[in-house]
C-alpha cells in the first residue's frame, strides 16, 4: 500500500479521509498547514499528497507550485480534496501542475477512495 500526506486545515475533514485511507490500508501522514506539508513531504517522501487548495497562509495551491519547481519534488504524485466547486480555471490549474485527481469535499468513501488509487495508479 502507499504512503499518503494528507494536507488540510480542516480536523474533521483530516480524520474522515485518514480513516477511510487507513481502513483501506494505506499509511497516513497528516498536515494542517501548507508549511506542515513542505515540511510532511520533505521528512517522509509520501507516494501521493492528497491536498485542499484552501488553506490559510500557504494555500494547497501555492505548495503544489512549490512542488513543481523543485526537480526533487516535480514527481510527486497529487490530488485535490477540496469543496472548490470544479470550473475551467481547475481545469487548467489542474493539467498545467499535473494534479491527477480531484476529490470533492465532502465525498463518499467509496469515491475518495477510487480516486486515491487512480491518482496513485497514473
Excluded: Q
Amino acid at each position: 500500500m502507499a504512503l499518503i500526506l494528507i494536507a488540510d486545515d480542516d480536523a474533521a475533514s483530516r480524520l474522515l479521509v485518514t480513516t477511510v485511507l487507513r481502513h483501506a490500508g494505506h499509511t497516513i501522514v497528516e498536515a494542517a498547514s501548507g508549511e506542515a506539508t513542505l515540511a510532511a513531504i520533505a521528512a517522509n517522501c509520501p507516494d501521493l499528497l492528497l491536498v485542499d487548495l484552501n488553506m490559510p497562509g500557504l494555500s494547497g495551491v501555492e505548495v503544489i507550485r512549490r512542488l513543481r519547481r523543485d526537480a526533487m519534488l516535480d514527481g510527486l504524485a497529487v490530488a485535490l480534496y477540496t469543496a472548490t466547486p470544479p470550473n475551467a480555471a481547475m481545469r487548467d490549474f489542474m493539467e498545467i501542475y499535473r494534479v491527477r485527481a480531484a476529490v470533492p469535499k465532502p465525498s463518499e468513501p467509496a469515491e475518495l477512495l477510487r480516486a486515491v488509487e487512480d491518482a496513485l495508479r497514473s
